[in-house]
């Protein structure tokens, strides 16, 4: 999987728009980006993933440049439940070939702070 | 449904003791995972399966093993339990068609003593 880079943490006011950041200047071609949130204590969450194109679902928006070397999640109006780690992951789609190139790699994220 | 369901949810092992961890998902999801995670580590990914009699390593998968008899449950194994192996152990499954995500279940939390 190629590698993402994402800043460590940060803030954001209740009620606000929460943009988080990532970069993955080595993906190919064949990897969609994924995004992860992992709040304390929990199992992960899946939020929304993308190819090219932006992407909207009930959770959350992905927009990913053109040239696909970054990305943002947007979460459009930020509660004190959305206060977590985001993980932002690279990872290509298609059969199993018995590679590692099929599972989910995961770093260390971001961790979101939602503030009253 | 349950999605994913793990158990025990709390375990205390003593050194050198044996346990099995069991991960159920009634999804009919083709592929499972164990991860573990460690404070600061991230999620580690230790074995995974894609099928129903398959299993295979990840990066973290010495001191462990795993079996996927049946397909809705993927078991993992730790012989000789080390204090290392203290930690939290998510279990995940997905479909086969990557344009899914992942289930995760809420954790196994063991500690090695």
């Known amino acids: 999987d190629a590698k993402t880079t994402q800043p460590p943490s940060m803030d954001c006011a209740e009620g606000r728009a929460a943009n988080l950041p990532c970069n993955h200047s080595?993906?190919?071609?064949?990897?969609?980006v994924y995004w992860y949130r992992q709040i304390h204590s929990q199992g992960p969450q899946y939020i929304i993933h993308?190819?090219?194109n932006n992407e909207t679902n009930e959770m959350a928006s992905l927009i990913i440049t053109e040239d696909r070397k970054s990305s943002t999640l947007i979460l459009p109006h930020a509660t004190l439940r959305d206060t977590a780690v985001y993980y932002c992951?690279?990872?290509?789609?298609?059969?199993?070939?018995?590679?590692?190139?099929?599972?989910?790699?995961f770093g260390k994220g971001t961790l979101l702070t939602v503030n009253p | 449904n349950a999605g994913v369901t793990q158990t025990p949810k709390f375990r205390v092992l003593k050194t050198g003791q044996s346990m099995t961890l069991l991960c159920a998902q009634d999804?009919?999801?083709?592929?499972m995972y164990w991860y573990r995670q460690d404070p600061g580590m991230g999620l580690r990914l230790i074995h995974y399966?894609?099928?129903?009699?398959?299993?295979a390593k990840g990066e973290v998968p010495d001191g462990y093993n795993v079996s996927r008899l049946k397909k809705q449950n993927f078991l993992l194994g730790l012989e000789s339990a080390a204090p290392s192996q203290t930690s939290v152990y998510f279990c995940?499954?997905?479909?086969?068609?990557?344009?899914?995500?992942?289930?995760f279940g809420s954790g196994t939390r063991l500690t090695v003593v």
């Open positions: 999804m009919n999801h083709e592929y």
């Open positions: 992951i690279v990872s290509d789609r298609g059969v199993f070939r018995g590679g590692s190139n099929y599972k989910l790699t």
């Open positions: 080595t993906i190919s071609g064949n990897e969609y």
């Open positions: 995940a499954s997905s479909y086969s068609d990557r344009d899914y995500g992942y289930t």
């Open positions: 993308g190819l090219k």
């Open positions: 399966s894609v099928g129903e009699g398959t299993t």
